[in-house]
């Protein structure tokens, strides 16, 4: 077999490979067996039809088409390989002649990942926010775990902002109460924006036993997204009471003995929390900058596939389990068909370079992921997906997606790698000093949040 390469552009070229006949054998032996075995003829018995038979009854023909079929693709592959390509999808073959006892000669056009240079990133410099954690910030958090332990009492009055009521709800669209339009008993916080748009209006100044009725637009059921006519009625009122903060209080609330003790843990949370925000957006804006750096030519059938995946995996997962559907979702959003088509293709350029330059930074820099950082890296992936780690091991080895992690790991190594290197500061002109033993996983799930969609690696595997 002889092949050789013509790139067409920098993410697609064309295999010509000539292959002579005596290389067909194996596929040729193939294709009379198989036919011996789909078809009968009289005076032999079944599997044991000479060759000149076939080709007498059915045509030498159909042999061939069934050999070059059978032969392809180990062609195509051996091709591949002999050139060290990096094929991305599946080709596009033309048989451009094949003569019976001579020769087969085909070509094959497949998208490729572009060659990449990757320059020098040491000299990355980036600023992100300063790590600080003030006053307000403890009070927040302590007045919302004040919140979490409040109760309530009944009262004899109406009902204010804050207060948690009792409703029954009957929804009517069209004049017509909905078959799971009824609800009674529904605990409700006035003000908390959990229920219809415009019930905080209708349920304020009423006491128990009042009603009221408000249009609204409904959010899921039956009838999600249609105007409907909705009567509530107020069942009962209740205050809310929040806990006095005191050193009881840190004692109901948590380990602690004392308020203070309780304030000092929760300002070493908050701290702790917005270090690792800091790290999250030192390790985006390095990526941004590595991107910025190196000059990735994208292929168009897969830049497709990619936005293809992304619009369908929002319509039909993300925004189906929410009850809306895309023009909703735009409405809700403020944005137009074309800004969302603009930024959906925008992501998905960058999820794809993300992918291709990490990929040969992978191999730059000579990175290999082993068992334990794979294994740690399934049991985060596990827990995000609701799932056990042996299930989620599993589903993944079946699926025959360990490569698919392996890569995962290995793109958050090197972007590891290239956030070392930089030079990070905060708002303070103050050098930042990453956690290394966070960073690597830090840094996977950057790099998931920037490719956003498994599109490119699967296309790359097939």
Not at 86 to 94: A, H, I, K, R, T
Not at 327 to 347: H, M, S, V
Not at 409 to 430: F, M, P, S, W, Y
């Given at each position: 077999?002889?092949?050789a390469?013509?790139?067409?552009?920098?993410?697609?070229?064309?295999?010509?490979?000539?292959?002579?006949?005596?290389?067909?054998?194996?596929?040729?032996?193939?294709?009379?067996?198989?036919?011996?075995q789909?078809?009968?003829?009289?005076?032999?018995?079944k599997?044991?039809?000479?060759?000149?038979?076939?080709?007498?009854?059915?045509?030498?023909?159909?042999?061939?088409?069934?050999?070059?079929?059978?032969?392809?693709?180990?062609?195509?592959?051996?091709?591949?390989?002999?050139?060290?390509?990096?094929?991305?999808?599946?080709?596009?073959v033309?048989?451009?002649?094949?003569?019976?006892?001579?020769?087969?000669?085909?070509?094959?056009?497949?998208?490729?990942?572009?060659?990449?240079?990757?320059?020098?990133?040491?000299?990355?410099?980036v600023?992100?926010?300063?790590?600080?954690?003030?006053?307000?910030?403890i009070?927040?958090?302590?007045?919302?775990?004040?919140?979490?332990?409040?109760?309530?009492?009944?009262?004899?009055?109406?009902?204010?902002?804050?207060?948690?009521?009792?409703?029954?709800?009957?929804a009517?669209?069209?004049?017509?109460?909905?078959e799971?339009?009824?609800?009674?008993?529904?605990?409700?916080?006035?003000?908390?924006?959990?229920?219809?748009?415009?019930?905080?209006?209708?349920?304020?100044?009423?006491?128990?036993?009042?009603?009221?009725?408000?249009?609204?637009?409904?959010?899921?059921?039956?009838?999600?997204?249609?105007?409907?006519?909705?009567t509530?009625?107020?069942?009962q009122?209740?205050?809310r009471?929040?806990?006095?903060?005191d050193?009881?209080?840190?004692?109901?609330?948590?380990e602690?003995?004392?308020?203070?003790?309780?304030?000092?843990?929760?300002?070493?949370?908050?701290?702790?929390?917005?270090?690792f925000?800091?790290?999250?957006?030192?390790?985006?804006?390095?990526?941004?900058?590595?991107?910025?750096?190196?000059?990735?030519?994208?292929?168009?059938?897969?830049?497709?596939?990619?936005?293809?995946?992304?619009?369908?995996?929002?319509?039909?997962?993300?925004?189906?389990?929410?009850?809306?559907?895309?023009?909703?979702?735009?409405?809700?959003?403020?944005?137009t068909?074309?800004?969302?088509?603009?930024?959906?293709?925008?992501?998905?350029?960058?999820?794809?370079?993300?992918?291709?330059?990490?990929?040969?930074?992978?191999k730059?820099?000579?990175?290999?992921?082993?068992?334990?950082?794979?294994?740690?890296?399934?049991?985060?992936?596990?827990?995000?997906?609701?799932?056990?780690?042996?299930?989620?091991?599993?589903?993944?080895?079946?699926?025959?997606?360990?490569?698919?992690?392996?890569?995962?790991?290995?793109?958050?190594?090197?972007?590891?790698?290239?956030?070392?290197?930089?030079?990070?500061?905060?708002?303070?002109?103050?050098?930042?000093?990453?956690?290394?033993?966070?960073e690597?996983?830090?840094?996977?799930?950057?790099?998931?949040?920037?490719?956003?969609?498994?599109?490119?690696?699967?296309?790359?595997?097939?």
């Amino acid at each position: 077999m002889k092949s050789a390469v013509e790139t067409l552009n920098p993410t697609r070229v064309r295999l010509t490979v000539e292959v002579p006949f005596e290389e067909l054998k194996d596929s040729l032996d193939a294709a009379y067996k198989k036919i011996n075995q789909q078809v009968t003829v009289k005076g032999f018995r079944k599997g044991k039809i000479p060759a000149r038979v076939i080709d007498q009854r059915f045509g030498r023909g159909a042999v061939l088409e069934e050999a070059v079929n059978d032969a392809l693709p180990k062609f195509y592959t051996e091709a591949v390989n002999e050139a060290e390509l990096s094929p991305l999808g599946q080709p596009e073959v033309d048989i451009t002649e094949l003569k019976d006892g001579e020769t087969l000669n085909f070509t094959a056009e497949v998208d490729v990942r572009p060659a990449l240079e990757i320059p020098d990133y040491t000299g990355i410099e980036v600023e992100v926010d300063a790590v600080e954690v003030t006053d307000e910030d403890i009070e927040k958090s302590v007045e919302q775990l004040r919140e979490r332990f409040a109760s309530t009492s009944p009262v004899e009055r109406a009902a204010e902002d804050g207060d948690v009521v009792t409703i029954d709800l009957e929804a009517k669209v069209d004049g017509e109460v909905l078959e799971d339009g009824i609800a009674n008993g529904v605990s409700y916080t006035i003000g908390s924006g959990e229920l219809l748009d415009g019930i905080d209006d209708a349920v304020k100044g009423k006491s128990a036993g009042e009603e009221a009725t408000f249009a609204s637009e409904l959010k899921g059921g039956s009838a999600a997204g249609k105007e409907a006519e909705v009567t509530v009625k107020v069942t009962q009122v209740a205050a809310r009471e929040l806990p006095a903060l005191d050193d009881e209080f840190a004692q109901l609330a948590s380990e602690f003995d004392t308020l203070d003790e309780l304030k000092a843990d929760s300002r070493k949370r908050l701290a702790n929390m917005k270090q690792f925000d800091q790290a999250t957006q030192a390790q985006e804006r390095v990526l941004e900058k590595l991107l910025e750096l190196v000059e990735v030519p994208v292929p168009e059938k897969l830049l497709e596939d990619e936005v293809n995946t992304r619009k369908h995996n929002l319509e039909h997962h993300q925004l189906g389990q929410m009850g809306l559907d895309l023009a909703k979702y735009l409405e809700i959003q403020g944005k137009t068909a074309e800004e969302f088509e603009t930024e959906t293709r925008e992501a998905a350029v960058k999820g794809i370079k993300t992918q291709f330059v990490l990929d040969e930074l992978v191999k730059k820099e000579n990175l290999n992921v082993n068992q334990e950082e794979l294994t740690e890296h399934l049991m985060r992936r596990a827990a995000s997906s609701g799932m056990s780690p042996d299930q989620f091991a599993q589903a993944v080895v079946e699926g025959g997606q360990v490569p698919l992690l392996v890569g995962e790991v290995a793109r958050g190594k090197a972007l590891a790698v290239v956030v070392e290197a930089a030079t990070v500061k905060d708002t303070n002109g103050e050098i930042v000093d990453l956690d290394e033993e966070d960073e690597t996983e830090s840094a996977i799930e950057t790099v998931e949040a920037a490719e956003a969609s498994d599109a490119a690696e699967e296309k790359t595997e097939g």
